[in-house]
């Protein structure tokens, strides 16, 4: 209800009719379109189905037990009644439907109930398939017995999905009788069906989870019939606000959340305006800036709005997904708050309702630019103290702004600062808020005017306590998407802010707050370390460990144990090869054997790096020789681990044939071939191409100067050749003597194919120490080198163990050791 409605039922007068003849400039209207709530719920419906498959597998028992309650308990039933139910449900789930149907059509809405038709024959050619398909593929056999125990029932019911589609599709809301009608014959027809042990209960849930999908993803893939008001509905609402629109035009820049819409209002005869504005339209004019709220954007932007919901901590954690009405409530009170607080910004000057999938905010123009038009020479102290002060007044108020940008921040020809866009405050924000803004409004502005100009301004506006304690917030995950996209081009800001406001308060904490509950780099392991567990742990369970024991030829498992332990020196004398300082070979052991602690809390191709670089900063190296030095290792072992690959692959391909043609194994060709295609194709992609640009210059950078220094002494450089090769021949003897330790046996050079192939991709898996990746990767091409699958995954858990678990314990204690003389 708008203002002028209520106003017109106290006065009894009707509310103003919508102005006929208003022209409205706008670009043309989409007929159809796309709505992410329809993908958002398409997604959410094929999760849950996937998750009524996963727990009925895993909980077959308990959806047994509760099949066979719902049965029992229905039984003392009388007959009558559960065949009065049956007959009403069997005609009640068509019937209505189509009844809703028929009303859609005379309300001429056919285009919606068209797709919702569509929907409803896919769904029904979807569940014959499927249905005709499990029970052909398996009557009575292991899936039908692990999913719907074995009675033969329907996958999904036949009857009822096409109906769900339909429902989905079709659209009831704001229908909430017709809604209970149609889920209440749904739910009948799915209770008449249990109770007859037609249908099982993981069915009916498979069932409704399978039907929401199909209407939904029908809904996004056809898209819908254009729901959202044009300029002339907007007109007449603001007509019935009681104002007297003259002319429309939508604004530029309008965003997938919002449309903008300028609009010439004329004054009541006699009357002068409510606001200095308007100077440049007709006497007795006025122009209001218009917010229209669509329903079906309400959703836009909702995962990445989740996202940082579980993923930061707020003080006052806001709701991902808010109705129109609340929506239309916050903003419609920050505004009044704002303007309570003595800050410029516009003038609400009403709000509506725009039919039913639409609501309007009617601001005063206030003419201006946005900060982020205003050009470098018209930045000047005078106009940065104005927004320092606007920010003062919102914080003496409680209120928090939450994305103060510089398209937040408009400024007059005087060098005046309004506040707009007040869509994202909060009222009564806690400190934590309050200080979120400073730290948004400090990186704005030294954007454009540079970290010691906008320190300095800040500082005598708020206070020089007031910034220390935002320096622990000076973050990137702290500020809104446009600032973080901006800060790309400008990577050392932040740190500059942070030293200005040192200058002026020397005692600050530097510590950061933790804002993130978790990393995204935590989800990845997580995810990585479950697939894993699943490669791992079938294969451990078939293994018969006692058998294992008693066979195992124990001469071969020392062997293989002697070669692990090389591969420690191996490590070191490849680390020393590399720094021209002089090294102790002790110590420089006794830091690859710590590493092997630190690789089960990081991937394999990062603590290595890490801890190396660490102890060579301790020995006295500076930090950038010291990160040079480690790199110049690493890439000479990335070259050499390539060249090693390519050459025991020829080997390995090579004829048997006297003349020993040399050519290499169609498989390495091809491996290799698909390998360079999918980098040179990702390399194509200008973001991958940045980013593994960065990542490579920040990794080697310097490593060429050093590299250089190595080449200049022959000892230098023979022991890290020496040390890398002697790294990878040990890998290999490992592997060998694992294989070999319960009766196997393969040439050496496919072991070495084998090992270096299975190595590179433990060091790309995000994994600690390449867990499940390296098992995986070794087990799979062992079997295809012709060992049996119980050899070859016994020889994979003996070499793993030889190299990643039993190492865990001394590199603990070296670990400690070398942390407590103060080596790392």
């Known amino acids: 209800m708008t203002q002028t409605d209520g106003a017109a039922r106290r006065t009894g007068r009707p509310a103003p009719a919508a102005p006929a003849g208003v022209p409205v400039d706008e670009p043309a209207r989409p007929d159809r379109i796309r709505r992410p709530g329809d993908a958002l719920r398409f997604l959410s419906s094929v999760t849950g189905l996937a998750l009524v498959m996963l727990l009925v597998s895993i909980a077959q028992q308990t959806a047994h037990g509760l099949q066979t309650d719902i049965t029992e308990g229905t039984a003392h039933a009388p007959r009558v009644l559960l065949s009065l139910a049956t007959l009403v449900s069997g005609f009640g789930v068509l019937a209505v439907p189509v009844a809703y149907a028929a009303e859609r059509l005379f309300h001429k809405d056919g285009k919606r109930v068209a797709i919702a038709l569509l929907a409803a024959i896919i769904a029904l050619a979807l569940t014959i398939a499927v249905d005709d398909w499990v029970h052909a593929a398996a009557p009575g056999g292991a899936l039908d017995e ?213 609501a309007l905010l009617a601001y005063a123009h206030v003419p201006g630019r946005p900060l982020a038009d205003l050009a470098d020479d018209e930045i000047t102290d005078e106009l940065l103290a104005a927004a320092w002060r606007r920010l003062r007044r919102l914080q003496a108020a409680r209120l928090a702004h939450r994305r103060l940008e510089g398209a937040a921040l408009r400024v007059d020809d005087a060098g005046e600062v309004s506040l707009v866009d007040l869509d994202a405050g909060e009222i009564a924000a806690g400190d934590l808020s309050l200080r979120l803004d400073v730290a948004q409004l400090l990186t704005t502005l030294a954007l454009r005017a540079g970290a010691e100009r906008a320190v300095r301004t800040a500082a005598a506006e708020l206070g020089e306590e007031a910034l220390a304690a935002v320096v622990p917030l000076l973050q990137r995950v702290a500020l809104s998407r446009a600032t973080r996209q901006a800060l790309r081009h400008d990577k050392e800001l932040l740190t500059r802010i942070r030293e200005q406001i040192v200058r002026l308060e020397p005692e600050v904490d530097l510590a950061p707050i933790r804002l993130e509950r978790f990393r995204p780099g935590t989800i990845v392991s997580i995810v990585a370390l479950s697939i894993a567990a699943y490669i791992v742990i079938p294969q451990v369970s078939n293994i018969d460990v006692g058998h294992l024991i008693s066979t195992a030829r124990w001469w071969w498992v020392a062997a293989g144990g002697a070669a692990a332990a090389l591969t420690y020196v191996a490590a070191a004398l490849m680390l020393m090869g590399f720094v021209p300082e002089r090294l102790p070979l002790g110590r420089t052991v006794a830091v690859q054997v710590a590493a092997s602690f630190v690789k089960l809390v990081a991937p394999a191709a990062v603590g290595g790096v890490a801890i190396n670089t660490r102890y060579l900063q301790k020995a006295g190296v500076r930090p950038g020789p010291a990160v040079a030095g480690v790199g110049a290792s690493q890439l000479t072992g990335m070259v050499t681990h390539i060249l090693l690959l390519v050459v025991f692959g020829f080997v390995t391909g090579s004829t048997g044939t006297a003349t020993k043609d040399l050519a290499p194994s169609r498989t390495v060709v091809v491996i290799l071939l698909a390998v360079a295609v999918t980098a040179a194709v990702a390399l194509t992609i200008p973001r991958i191409r940045r980013l593994v640009t960065t990542r490579l210059g920040s990794m080697f950078s310097g490593v060429l100067p050093r590299l250089i220094d190595v080449l200049q002494s022959p000892r230098k450089l023979a022991t890290g050749l020496g040390g890398t090769l002697l790294l990878t021949v040990a890998f290999v003897i490992c592997l060998d003597a694992s294989i070999r330790a319960f009766g196997g046996s393969l040439p050496l050079t496919t072991v070495a194919v084998v090992f270096l192939t299975a190595n590179a991709l433990g060091s790309a898996a995000p994994t600690p120490g390449g867990l499940g990746a390296v098992e995986g990767a070794l087990t799979l091409a062992l079997t295809i080198s012709g060992l049996t699958a119980e050899t070859a995954t016994s020889a994979v858990l003996l070499f793993r163990l030889l190299t990643l678990w039993l190492p865990v314990l001394p590199g603990w204690a070296a670990f400690a050791f070398l942390q407590r003389k103060e080596a790392i």
Request: glycine share 10%; aromatic share 6%.
């Open 146 to 358: 692990l999913i719907w125990g074995g009675s033969r029932t329907p996958l999904v019911r036949v009857d009822i999905t096409p109906v769900i589609a339909f429902v989905s599709a079709v659209g009831m809301a704001g229908r909430p009788r017709w809604q209970a009608a149609v889920w209440s014959m749904i739910a009948l027809a799915a209770l008449t069906g249990l109770t007859a042990s037609s249908v099982s209960v993981a069915a009916l849930a498979a069932t409704y989870f399978l039907g929401r999908a199909i209407g939904h993803g029908t809904l996004y893939a056809v898209g819908i019939p254009n729901p959202r008001p044009p300029g002339t509905a907007v007109v007449a609402a603001l007509a019935r606000l009681g104002l007297r629109p003259t002319r429309a035009a939508a604004l530029p820049g309008t965003s997938p959340e919002r449309r903008r819409y300028g609009v010439a209002v004329a004054h009541p005869p006699g009357t002068a305006p409510a606001d200095p504005t308007g100077a440049a339209l007709p006497p007795g004019e006025r122009q209001l800036d218009v917010a229209v709220l669509d329903r079906d954007t309400q959703t836009a932007g909702l995962l990445y709005r989740i996202w940082r919901l579980i993923r930061f901590r707020e003080a006052t954690p806001d709701r991902a997904l808010r109705s129109l009405r609340r929506s239309l409530e916050r903003e419609s009170l920050m505004s009044y708050a704002v303007a309570a607080a003595g800050v410029p910004t516009p003038r609400l000057v009403g709000t509506c309702e725009v039919g039913t999938e639409a």
